[in-house]
């Protein structure tokens, strides 16, 4: 019977956990040196990848274009689920200015925006999302008519886990409960 649950959690731990991890954007650190997976439009000058603009690991990404401009990337996406989406966003050099703006829509929608940045460290925003699309895309603008700097890292979309997925983790974690408590009691009975 042990080796039943064991088996059992085991399998249900194997399914349930990739669900809950899955990345969906491809170079989120930029740590390829590059935009590999990313695609930029707009007004690309002053756009780079450097080791100045990490947050964490060797590179970061850096805008700070005239015009607005920035990066964007497709994924597939499963209409009616929600998607946690968080970067990390910071902005040097300036003092607060209606000039300096960042956009950041999924699936063709505007979830954020914001414009007249001072001085801001890197900060980390998050926003669910529900996808819509089979096909959804990550869109990043910049613009900044001043000397100074967006830098971003560490963007990240992954996929909320349904309830069903939940309830076979819950399910794997009390089936592994279980056997440690039987071992538990055959150790002292033994």
């Not at 100074?148 to 309830?167: C, K, Q």
Request: overall charge positive.
């Amino acid at each position: 019977m042990r080796g039943v649950i064991t088996v059992f959690a085991l399998a249900t731990l194997g399914v349930a956990t990739p669900a809950a991890a899955t990345e969906f954007i491809v170079n989120g650190d930029f740590e390829t040196g590059d935009f590999t997976g990313w695609t930029q439009f707009g007004a690309p000058g002053f756009t780079s990848v450097n080791t100045a603009s990490a947050r964490t690991g060797d590179f970061g990404a850096s805008f700070s274009p005239n015009q607005p401009g920035g990066i964007q990337q497709s994924f597939v996406t499963l209409p009616g689920r929600s998607y946690t989406i968080s970067l990390w966003l910071a902005h040097t050099l300036g003092t607060a200015s209606l000039v300096n703006s960042f956009f950041l829509d999924f699936g063709g929608v505007n979830i954020a925006g914001f414009s007249g940045y001072g001085a801001l460290p890197f900060t980390k925003l998050t926003f669910v999302k529900t996808a819509t699309l089979p096909v959804s895309t990550l869109k990043l603008t910049f613009s900044d008519a001043r000397p100074t700097v967006f830098r971003l890292d560490d963007v990240s979309v992954t996929a909320i886990p349904e309830p069903a997925t939940w309830a076979l983790m819950i399910l794997g974690f009390g089936a592994v409960g279980v056997m440690r408590r039987r071992q538990g009691v055959a150790r002292v009975a033994g």
